[in-house]
């Protein structure tokens, strides 16, 4: 990008930084940690922004460097930053069919493998922090998950690194509704059957998840978009190939969800990303054949 | 701006001036590139002056420096520099840095293994490590590049230096191994939050981000104690005398370093261990390592 107009874009930015937080030249200073001299002087002469103040801002207010100078940053994100609300950006935010659950392994992850700072980097690139991730029932849009996971790949995550994050979903969720939902299963089968139809909303409601095939060895999955949240979201398309991995990764992972120690081999069958009406996805439940509540009882209704 | 951290303009400054430098710019050259004066660069790279956030955005893209937050940590890595085993005599020559003709070897370190020492001389011992750097011509900078293959003649002066001194140091409290975690070398498992087992066997997995000085393996796992045995690299034996092997501070916490790693991730409110670590040399090359 040419200089003098990513220099624009960045005076744009701390210009309009101080009007949405309403501060005046005195607050706006100590919240940058510099005397109002030096303050003066910055804005006087709008040269050179030192990255020291930069890192401050980006800090408090959840930015990544390279969009202050680049784009024009989402103010309504600053404002929440800044008044500690947690709400994700506008983008975020209509159309809210994903609960924070669908996310935080991916985050929790992250940490694990990069450290807190990093994760906290990564986060600022959508203007955010990881409080809104700590209520894993607060709501979100798909295109969250669609553009984390996609920068998530550009910084060299890969397919592996996102189906293991699925497989370690299972972490975050030991505790609260998801456990107190699957308590109430009778057997391995029956715990299946309740993940699918009352966990799955848990994470997210863009595509609805049916059962079509159980036996002892296997279950088909179909899973055909949400129209609901297509219309809402004015898009055909939802989801990407990484939060398949994840998904993937967490059908594998619906043995440990009911407290057996034990993956499930899974594989996505049919994609309608290869113009397939719907995802189908293969349960392998060979693996689990030594256990006895897995036996041939019927199937509840809703999956008929 | 006095005002603002100064660490933050330091660290910024040893990144600027270590990459200019691996690059083979001199100062004017870069005030030229990026439409800055040279004494600012000057400024800049003393830590005087904290750079302009375009300059420094635009100068870590240029010099393809992998993370543009690295002034948290203040050292770089440069994305084009070839695997140790690829590196060949031509690579010395082709960076800025003014590595001396008797140095010029194979390397089989990575700086990332030996800046947590260097990090040591400079708070505790900065004036004879100044003078050693004056005096063998080491260029400082190339501690600050993480991935720069550590030619192995220079890695044996290093460790002389380091076995010079040692008594004047506390390794075993001052190495601060922890401080490269956000260079994603200690991916946790999920069962490893607990088990500082798991630290050793990710290391053993990473290992070659640092560099092979030693061949690990992991002997045997039991509650919360772990031993791994530490095959010395046949470079290793190349450079050193088998009585150095075992008595050289250098090599003696370069060998440990996975399990000061464990020790540093030891949580030891909920453990038993008491978080010791135990070297045991079984033969010339061999050292058994124990975690208790």
């Keep these: 990008m040419d200089s003098n107009f990513s220099q624009i874009i960045l005076w744009r930015n701390f210009s309009n930084i101080q009007k949405v937080l309403n501060l005046s030249d005195d607050e706006y200073a100590r919240f940058l940690n510099i005397g109002p001299k030096t303050f003066r002087t910055l804005t006087s002469t709008k040269a050179a922004f030192p990255l020291d103040i930069a890192a401050t801002l980006s800090e408090k207010l959840f930015f990544d460097l390279a969009d202050f100078l680049e784009k024009d940053l989402d103010m309504d994100a600053i404002y929440s930053a800044y008044f500690k609300i947690e709400q994700l950006p506008e983008r975020y935010r209509p159309a809210a069919f994903c609960r924070a659950r669908s996310l935080a392994h991916v985050l929790d992850y992250v940490e694990r493998k990069q450290g807190k700072l990093r994760k906290n980097i990564i986060l600022r690139k959508f203007q955010t922090n990881g409080a809104f991730f700590k209520n ?46 699957l308590r109430e299963a009778k057997s391995v089968k029956n715990g299946v059957e309740i993940f699918f139809e009352c966990v799955s909303p848990m994470f997210d409601r863009t595509h609805h998840y049916k059962i079509t095939t159980m036996t002892k060895d296997k279950i088909i999955l179909d899973a055909p978009r949400n129209k609901e949240a297509q219309d809402a979201l004015h898009t055909k398309i939802i989801s990407n190939e990484h939060l ?61 | 701006m006095d005002e603002t951290e100064p660490s933050l303009r330091l660290k910024a400054g040893r990144v600027v001036y270590a990459v200019r430098k691996f690059h083979n710019y001199g100062q004017m050259e870069l005030a030229k590139e990026f439409n800055v004066s040279q004494s600012n660069v000057s400024k800049i790279e003393s830590g005087i002056l904290a750079p302009d956030l375009r300059l420094w955005m635009e100068l870590t893209r240029a010099f393809k420096v992998k993370d543009p937050y690295c002034f948290y940590y203040g050292s770089a890595e440069i994305e084009n520099i070839p695997q140790l085993n690829k590196v060949g005599k031509s690579f010395y020559k082709s960076v800025g840095f003014k590595i001396p003709k008797h140095y010029i070897s194979d390397p089989f370190i ?36 993480l ?40 991916f ?34 039991k509650g919360c104690e772990s031993s791994v045995s530490a095959q010395v690299s046949p470079q290793l034996l190349n450079i050193f005398a088998k009585k150095d092997l075992a008595t050289n501070k250098f090599l003696n916490f370069s060998a440990q370093y996975p399990l000061l790693m464990m020790k540093s991730k030891d949580p030891n409110t909920k453990s038993a261990c008491n978080g010791k670590v135990r070297m045991q040399e079984t033969s010339d090359s061999l050292w058994k390592l124990s975690y208790v």
Aim: proline share 5%.
């Design chain 2, 188 to 221: 946790e498992d999920y069962v490893s939050a607990s088990t500082p087992f798991n630290v050793l066997k990710q290391f053993v997995h990473k290992q070659r981000e640092y560099g092979i000085d030693f061949e690990y393996a992991i002997t045997e796992e």
């Design chain 1, 244 to 304: 398949c991995q994840l998904k993937l990764g967490i059908f594998s992972a619906v043995p440990l969800y009911l407290g057996i120690q034990q993956y499930l081999p899974v594989k996505k069958t049919r994609s309608v990303f290869e113009g397939a009406p719907s995802n189908v996805y293969e349960l392998d439940l060979s693996v689990l054949s030594h256990l006895s509540g897995i036996s041939n009882t019927t199937l509840s209704p809703i999956y008929q």
């Design chain 1, 136 to 181: 894993l029932d607060n709501a979100h849009n798909i295109h969250f998950n669609e553009d984390l996971t996609a920068h998530l790949h550009h910084l060299g995550y890969d397919k592996s690194d996102f189906f293991q994050m699925g497989q370690n979903s299972v972490h975050l969720n030991s505790k609260g509704p998801v456990q107190d939902c």
């Design chain 2, 110 to 145: 990575t700086s990332r293994k030996v800046r947590p020492f260097i990090d040591v001389f400079e708070t505790s011992l900065e004036k004879a490590w100044n003078e050693f750097l004056a005096d063998t011509s080491i260029p400082s900078g190339i501690f600050d590049i």
């Design chain 2, 147 to 186: 991935n720069f293959p550590i030619p192995s003649l220079m890695m044996k002066d290093l460790a002389d230096f380091i076995q010079k001194h040692a008594a004047k140091l506390d390794f075993t409290k001052d190495l601060n191994l922890m401080s490269q975690v956000n260079h994603g070398l200690l």
